[in-house]
């Protein structure tokens, strides 16, 4: 199916635990974006991409790391998860233009125990 | 420091009225802004977007509005149905090289439409 899924949709794991949440998208997007959303903070970027192999920092990217060796594929890692990190995550990606707003996934929810 | 401020976290309106979404904006550099619609256990979905040349779109029963002098916009959605309650998001993109495709996102506002 055409789209953007994550996976998976919903995740409990232990503190000190590494988890990875997975993103892939059909549409060959050069653009790709991981968000969390919490209640008060509403959408927050973590980390986003602009090709393969070209990822950078976006305003909340402590304790995640991203890759993208693959156009389809961006996902994210938690390489030692903390309660802080209880969340919502959302995948998202882009057209290389304005005239479109970027299209997300349905999300992750992640709970740190 | 929060660059897209939407001060309002609920809103009720009635069917058939209008819903008027506001949001504020401080960096200078947005020339582009989006708002997107929200529901639970769903990922967010554009709505409508507009760029800084322009002074309104609309779409629909959606229209936003822009004035760069008060560094604010609007979603005016009318009329308004029971199938609009929804989280609404306020986004902005900054026309600054490399980083063009990073959205910047208020809080967002929680519409409610009474039956």
């Known amino acids: 199916d055409a789209g953007i899924t994550q996976s998976p949709r919903y995740k409990i794991t232990e503190t000190g635990r590494q988890v990875t949440l997975m993103c892939h998208q059909t549409?060959?997007?050069?653009?790709m974006f991981w968000y969390r959303q919490d209640l008060g903070h509403g959408l927050r970027l973590i980390y986003y991409s602009a090709a393969a192999d070209i990822t950078d920092k976006g305003e909340v990217p402590d304790g995640y790391v991203v890759s993208r060796s693959k156009t389809e594929n961006f996902p994210l890692t938690l390489e030692s998860a903390t309660r802080s990190q209880t969340s919502v995550y959302f995948c998202?990606?882009?057209?290389?233009?304005f005239g479109s707003g970027d299209t997300f996934g349905s999300g992750t929810r992640l709970t740190v125990v | 420091d929060q660059q897209v401020k939407q001060n309002s976290p609920s809103l009720s309106v009635q069917e058939g009225r209008i819903s008027i979404l506001n949001c504020d904006y401080t960096n200078s550099m947005f020339d582009y802004f989006l708002w997107y619609k929200k529901y639970p256990a769903e990922g967010p979905t554009f709505l409508i977007s507009?760029?800084?040349?322009?002074d309104k779109n609309e779409d629909g029963r959606f229209t936003v509005f822009l004035n760069k002098s008060a560094k604010h916009l609007s979603l005016h959605i009318v009329p308004s149905q029971p199938g609009d309650s929804a989280v609404y998001f306020c986004?902005?993109?900054?026309?600054?090289?490399?980083?063009?495709?990073?959205?910047?996102f208020g809080k967002g506002t929680l519409l409610t439409v009474n039956p």
């Open positions: 507009i760029s800084s040349i322009k």
């Open positions: 998202a990606s882009s057209e290389s233009s």
């Open positions: 549409w060959s997007h050069s653009y």
């Open positions: 986004a902005a993109r900054a026309n600054s090289g490399g980083s063009n495709y990073k959205l910047t």
